[in-house]
């Protein structure tokens, strides 16, 4: 683990003159359908429970993943529970805030957006992988680059066109930025802009096709991506694995049991953390998204990413 991401130790964050560049996450996005004037409730009706999720993928994958968790959480609470699709991160943050969206799958950058704006809003479960989660450098063959054992080697990306996927994304860009920083590469050392691709597998098809030279991306896509065979590992390959951070989560509005009945945030998680990968069922979910179980979380787990977040000026 990076010592400057350990609990308690505070970290050597960016300074003005070496951030390079500002993330467009503070901008409102206006919704359709979302509630007028903030109020809780305005999507789905009474007695829907929207959730939704941020876009890291293929949106057609995301709709068979969240549309078969909405199925599982209606059987579990008895009451109708519908999935609302959004194309970007930002607006999963915006409709959670005007209660448009009482559930949702956020990342850590995310999440401790939505908790900002939302006071009293809980991470009530991650998966089994989320406390040590990773973000990976790759690169197209053709760049020429070789493997390297510690963040320093992220200066060799110096004259390569570079790509990271959401603005927003924990994975794909914050954490990214973040080692780079670290490792005294400046963003203008690469060659042109980055590019910002939209998602974890939009990045891997982006490098693999040559359209950019390296970029970033979230392991566990990755790792999805390579066993489905949906990337020639002869086109492109993986430079460095940053050390591991609190990441993904499900967030929940703090006015959840008073909108849709007591209890109902502790049925969910009794679902979640009762999903066996024995049960067919159950298995099927925990596959789509590439984990083994879930597990308990709190806020606090995101201070790290919060004072990243802070430094880079997109937390009041």
């Known amino acids: 683990m990076n010592p400057h991401l350990t609990s308690g130790r505070p970290a050597p964050l960016w300074t003005p003159s070496r951030r390079g560049f500002l993330l467009g996450a503070g901008g409102a996005l206006v919704l359709t359908g979302c509630g007028s004037g903030g109020s809780p409730g305005g999507s789905g009706g009474a007695g829907t429970l929207s959730i939704s999720a941020i876009p890291d993928q293929d949106p057609e994958l995301l709709t068979r993943l969240y549309g078969g968790v909405a199925d599982r959480f209606s059987d579990a609470l008895g009451q109708k529970v519908a999935y609302k699709p959004l194309t970007e991160y930002p607006a999963v943050v915006r409709g959670f805030e005007l209660g448009d969206i009482y559930l949702s799958w956020m990342g850590g950058l995310t999440g401790v957006q939505a908790t900002a704006r939302v006071p009293g809003a809980v991470a009530i479960a991650q998966r089994d992988i989320d406390a040590d989660f990773h973000s990976l450098f790759i690169a197209n063959k053709s760049a020429g680059l070789k493997q390297f054992d510690d963040e320093k080697g992220l200066l060799t990306l110096a004259g390569h066109s570079f790509t990271f996927g959401s603005e927003t994304s924990t994975s794909g860009r914050l954490m990214p930025n ?37 970029g970033a991306v979230n392991e566990q896509v990755w790792k999805s991506t390579v066993d489905e065979g949906k990337v020639d590992l002869s086109d492109v ?19 959840i049991d008073e909108k849709f009945g007591s209890g109902t945030q502790a049925k969910i998680k009794d679902l979640l953390f009762g999903l066996d990968e024995s049960v067919p069922k159950d298995a099927e979910i925990l596959k789509l998204f590439g984990a083994k179980k879930f597990v308990p979380t709190k806020n606090s787990n995101y201070d790290q990413i919060r004072k990243v977040a802070k430094a880079l000026g997109l937390l009041a």
């Open 178 to 214: 973040f080692f780079m920083d670290e490792s005294g590469l400046d963003l203008k050392d690469l060659k042109g802009k980055p590019g910002f691709s939209g998602s974890h597998d939009a990045t891997i098809e982006a490098v693999a096709s040559g359209s950019f030279e390296t």
């Open 237 to 255: 390959g993986v430079l460095w694995r940053t050390p591991g951070y609190h990441d993904y989560h499900w967030l929940a509005r703090p006015d």
